[in-house]
């Protein structure tokens, strides 16, 4: 069986407990030899408290066990060798962390001092626990759809892009406050309602066949429609949802 060590002590951790990482290392040494395991490599964490997580991205947040994954996504191993799971967490939040981790490369924690120990056996508390990582994950995506949504109403308020594809005629580009007109599309929105002034009663094809004579290499159908649906937008009114508003971008008719 292919196995990694895993060490690991606090500031205050070491001193409490006792477990130097030169005695769990030899620890994971002798036991891994006993049972005929094929150790590899053990991977180090000093001085790094046990529940240090990034709440942001929830991830544990130690080089040495980040060294460690790493090494589980590039190689096969059957299981993680560890003195004690107190190594790996103490914190109930971390082990779920670490048991998605691990369940991902399809490894086991091997515990010399818990035996009887494997992630796979099924934990009341571990099923809590996920339950409320899972709602904790939809309320951050919740919160945060409606921060952007809150912004988005905002810009529009005043007349700005908030989103979505641009209408024919613009481009849409980062970091402005509205959209741009595209000039070779422009053209072609204002021949086109030039041509409906003149000639109301045309067709999308009759339309079409006009500006193609005219030079214009264009499309029609449901494009046409959506132009000339959007007269208001295009003399200058932004809308978004029930907002309408003096539009920041520069009017084509």
Known sequence: MNVIGYVRVSTSG???D?????????????????????????????GISGA??????LEVDRIGFQSLLSALSTRSYDAVVVLNTSR??????VKVLVHREFKRYGVDVKSIEQQTYSIHKKDPSDFLIN???????QYQRLEI???LGRGRNQKAEQGGYAGGRAAFGYNAKKGQKSIVVNETQARI????????EQYPAWTLSELASQLNQEGFTTQQGK??????????FYQGTYRYGNIEAVGLHEALI
């Open 14 to 16: 070491q001193a409490k």
């Open 18 to 46: 006792g477990y130097s990482l030169a005695y769990q290392q030899a620890e994971i040494r002798s036991y891994c030899q006993e049972q005929g395991w094929d150790l590899k490599h053990i991977f180090t964490d000093e």
């Open 52 to 57: 240090k997580v990034d709440e942001d991205a």
């Open 88 to 93: 790996l967490w103490r914190s109930d939040i």
């Open 131 to 137: 339950g409320l990582m899972e709602l904790l994950d």
């Open 145 to 147: 759809a409606l921060k």
């Open 189 to 196: 929105v204002r021949r086109l309602f030039d041509i409906r």
């Open 223 to 232: 494009l046409f429609t959506r132009i000339l649906d959007r007269r208001d």
